[in-house]
């Protein structure tokens, strides 16, 4: 009676998974909204596979490695843990389309059907796939657009005065062994990220001026362009950390929003940016910066306010990709970066599609 009663029925699993559906799954609910074969066209032409004539161990589907990539991105997971996460739990067999008694990609799988998307640059068509199906369902570009960047960060390396010398200049130590020029990303930059603290009195009297900090980070930047109306990343580049980013605003503009406003904060602020806006057509919404050794004046502080309440929208973008994904670079080179931060782009633009089709819905 002991042995029976620690037997599993048959329908134990279908069980498991409808309380995870009752509890709200939200890989079920994302899977119910984005249809991830609108993909497969992109990924087959990236993957190239034959067609077996020869025989031979059949890969795993494209579409499923795909969502298994997408489940890294979500949750955070290094291939080695990601294998063991598609072995453990049930919602992330699910969402990938797999079985209990089906084989399960190991990590060597993974990090290879990655490598093989990265080499045939295949991240940016599939989020420029996602962004065709958006339009295609009704979210068109509307509002105008609103541009900023981040830094990413990534490992970072240790090196001598020459070493840094070398590898700035875009060349190779003569001493590296190919191991070391394999584990050393020669494509990051150091820059400072500057800030200002602001701590309160204690007393609760007045905060006195806040003292300027600069924080070194080693990495990449990620330049996005998004729409008003939905908050859809619409347009991204990738660059090393010391790239400065009004230099990139050509290439995060959107062509195809149906309205004429750029919304940025002041580092986009130049006559070459607003000339290149007004030879297309579009209307400059840029931070003005205060005057050096003389106060803001009012009207100047006023329109800066009114702007930074709609400006300010880029910033969810940024803080859901680095607080809820945990966004960091850990592999080496801008071509897996472009990658890294491609995936982390596309999967905001799921979550935000499932938010909107949701709150439609109710």
Same mark, same amino acid.
């Given at each position: ?6 037997? #599993?029925?048959?329908?134990?699993? @279908? ?7 009752? &509890?709200?799954?939200?890989? $079920?609910? !994302? ?13 087959? +032409? =990236? ?7 020869? /025989? ?17 991105? !979500? ?18 067999? #699910? ?10 990609? @190991? ?6 059907? #990655? ?17 065709? =199906? ?14 900023? +960047?981040?830094?990413? $960060?990534? *490992? ?25 020029? *394999?584990?050393?990303? #020669? ?16 007393? /609760? ?21 998004? @729409? ?14 010391? =790239? ?36 297309? /057509? ?20 006023? /329109?800066? &306010?009114?702007? &930074? ?25 801008? =071509? ?20 909107? $089709?949701?709150?439609?819905? &109710?």
């Amino acid at each position: 009676m002991a042995a029976m009663a620690g037997q #599993r029925g048959f329908f134990d699993t @279908d069980e498991r998974l409808r309380w995870l559906s009752a &509890a709200g799954d939200p890989l $079920e609910r !994302l899977a119910g909204v984005v249809d991830f074969e609108l993909f497969r066209p992109e990924l087959d +032409a =990236a993957l190239g596979r034959s067609d077996r004539a020869k /025989g031979g161990r059949p890969p795993y589907d494209a579409v499923l490695m795909f969502r298994v990539l997408v489940l890294q991105t !979500l949750y955070t997971l290094s291939d080695d843990q990601a294998e063991y996460q598609l072995r453990d739990r049930l919602s992330f067999m #699910r969402f990938v389309g797999l079985g209990l008694s089906d084989a399960v990609p @190991d990590a060597k799988t993974i990090w290879l059907y #990655r490598e093989q998307l990265v080499r045939a640059g295949a991240f940016e068509r599939l989020f420029a796939r996602f962004d065709a =199906a958006l339009s295609e369902r009704g979210y068109l570009a509307m509002g105008g657009q609103i541009v900023d +960047a981040t830094i990413v $960060e990534a *490992r970072r390396p240790r090196l001598t005065q020459a070493e840094k010398g070398v590898v700035k200049g875009g060349g190779v130590p003569e001493d590296w062994k190919p191991a070391r020029t *394999r584990q050393i990303d #020669r494509e990051g930059r150091w820059t400072l990220k500057r800030g200002k603290t602001k701590p309160r009195p204690p007393d /609760g009297s007045a905060r006195a001026a806040a003292p300027e900090i600069a924080v070194p980070m080693f990495g990449y930047k990620n330049h996005v362009g998004i @729409d008003r109306a939905h908050g859809f990343v619409r347009r991204f580049k990738v660059t090393h950390a010391a =790239a400065h980013d009004g230099a990139q605003l050509g290439a995060v503009l959107d062509p195809a929003n149906t309205a004429s406003a750029v919304w940025a904060d002041t580092a986009y602020r130049s006559s070459a940016n607003i000339a290149m806006l007004e030879a297309r /057509g579009l209307e400059p919404q840029f931070q003005r910066p205060k005057p050096r050794g003389k106060p803001m004046p009012r009207h100047v502080a006023r /329109g800066n &306010a009114r702007r &930074a309440r709609i400006r300010s929208r880029v910033e969810h973008v940024f803080a859901a990709q680095k607080r809820r994904f945990d966004l960091v670079i850990r592999t080496v080179g801008k =071509a897996r970066a472009t990658a890294k931060l491609a995936l982390a782009n596309l999967a905001y633009n799921f979550t935000r599609y499932l938010w909107l $089709e949701t709150r439609t819905a &109710a």
